[in-house]
């Protein structure tokens, strides 16, 4: 697969989310697994976690377990493979979603987060969501102190706004490689935000890129011009989806999650797809 720069490392243009793998209707921990593999096999080097992606109490960072099992059991060699995980999000007992961006939090998520994927240091840790109780330079500023410690290599912001993406960046400089936003053709509002990545250097991560694991089977019948370049293409409205983001800026790497081998596939064979001038602007149109 060809390959894609965040920071200082090389990873395979498309990415692997592993969400749908440890939330509401994930499969069990085999098929999970041959999941893992089939992206690792596809060349999706970059999978995109989070301590916050598991059930309820029962069951905390069930996806940084997961992908350590998974890692561990792969024939091949991962030493390749960049696992960004995030902190700041947390699962209160009944499984709703809260936030915790304070310094002191970051700091115990990510010694939690070390000890489930057992690394010495985290590639790639990104702060999950701004926290309205905790000002953002204070959450940032534990990332800083997290890389000089040697915690993690490098440091990502996720769902951040322009103003946000440049106070992190003054704060983390160089250390400060990755903004993972919502981006899909149904949320097209990360533009800006896609745009600055690039000007400053950074890798832009569309979370959620094919619309969400509620709605990303409905992309072709929601998104008529993503329908009829597949047709024109022969391939799905999803690949096709992929293949548009890529096309974007150099900086763009999606991570589409999936809970079948099938999916995988097919999200790993859009880098092979490229769209003509007149396709790219009937879905840039939307």
Same mark, same amino acid.
């Given at each position: 697969m060809?390959?894609?720069?965040?920071?200082?490392v090389?990873v395979?243009?498309?990415?692997?989310?592993a969400?749908?793998l440890?939330?509401?209707?994930?499969p069990?921990e085999?098929?999970?697994v041959a999941t893992?593999?089939?992206?690792?096999?596809?060349?999706?080097?970059?999978?995109?976690?989070a301590?916050?992606?598991?059930?309820?109490?029962?069951?905390?960072?069930?996806s940084?377990?997961?992908i350590?099992?998974?890692l561990?059991?792969?024939?091949?060699?991962?030493?390749?493979?960049?696992?960004?995980?995030?902190?700041g999000?947390?699962?209160?007992?009944?499984?709703?979603?809260a936030?915790?961006?304070?310094p002191?939090h970051?700091r115990?998520?990510?010694e939690?987060?070390?000890r489930?994927?057992?690394v010495?240091?985290i590639? =790639?840790?990104q702060?999950?969501? &701004?926290? !309205?109780a905790v000002p953002?330079? $204070? %959450?940032?500023?534990?990332?800083?102190?997290?890389?000089d410690?040697?915690?993690?290599?490098a440091a990502?912001?996720?769902?951040a706004?322009?103003?946000?993406i440049?106070l992190?960046?003054?704060?983390l400089?160089?250390?400060?490689?990755?903004?993972?936003?919502q981006?899909?053709p149904a949320?097209?509002?990360?533009l800006?935000?896609?745009?600055?990545?690039?000007?400053?250097?950074?890798?832009?991560l569309?979370?959620?890129?094919?619309?969400?694991?509620?709605?990303a089977?409905?992309l072709g019948?929601e998104?008529?011009?993503?329908q009829?370049?597949?047709?024109?293409?022969?391939?799905?409205?999803?690949?096709?989806?992929?293949?548009?983001?890529?096309? =974007?800026?150099?900086c763009?790497? &999606?991570i !589409?999650g999936?809970?079948?081998r $099938? %999916?995988v596939l097919?999200?790993?064979?859009?880098?092979e797809?490229?769209?003509?001038p007149?396709q790219?602007?009937?879905l840039?149109?939307?």
């Amino acid at each position: 697969m060809p390959t894609r720069r965040i920071g200082q490392v090389e990873v395979g243009a498309i990415g692997f989310g592993a969400m749908p793998l440890s939330v509401q209707g994930r499969p069990g921990e085999q098929q999970a697994v041959a999941t893992l593999h089939t992206a690792l096999d596809s060349g999706m080097t970059l999978i995109d976690t989070a301590d916050a992606y598991h059930l309820d109490a029962s069951d905390p960072g069930h996806s940084e377990l997961l992908i350590a099992k998974a890692l561990a059991a792969y024939g091949g060699d991962t030493s390749g493979v960049l696992v960004a995980t995030k902190g700041g999000h947390t699962r209160p007992p009944d499984g709703s979603w809260a936030l915790d961006g304070s310094p002191a939090h970051l700091r115990r998520a990510v010694e939690d987060s070390l000890r489930r994927l057992g690394v010495e240091a985290i590639g =790639l840790y990104q702060f999950h969501r &701004p926290d !309205p109780a905790v000002p953002y330079a $204070e %959450s940032v500023g534990a990332l800083k102190e997290l890389c000089d410690a040697g915690k993690i290599r490098a440091a990502g912001i996720s769902n951040a706004d322009p103003a946000q993406i440049r106070l992190a960046h003054g704060i983390l400089g160089d250390r400060l490689v990755a903004v993972q936003n919502q981006f899909s053709p149904a949320f097209r509002s990360s533009l800006p935000e896609l745009r600055l990545c690039a000007e400053l250097g950074l890798a832009f991560l569309p979370w959620s890129p094919l619309g969400g694991m509620a709605d990303a089977a409905r992309l072709g019948s929601e998104h008529a011009a993503f329908q009829d370049v597949a047709a024109e293409t022969g391939v799905s409205p999803q690949r096709v989806c992929l293949a548009w983001m890529l096309a =974007l800026s150099p900086c763009v790497v &999606p991570i !589409p999650g999936a809970r079948r081998r $099938e %999916s995988v596939l097919d999200s790993a064979r859009a880098v092979e797809l490229t769209l003509s001038p007149e396709q790219l602007d009937r879905l840039n149109a939307g």
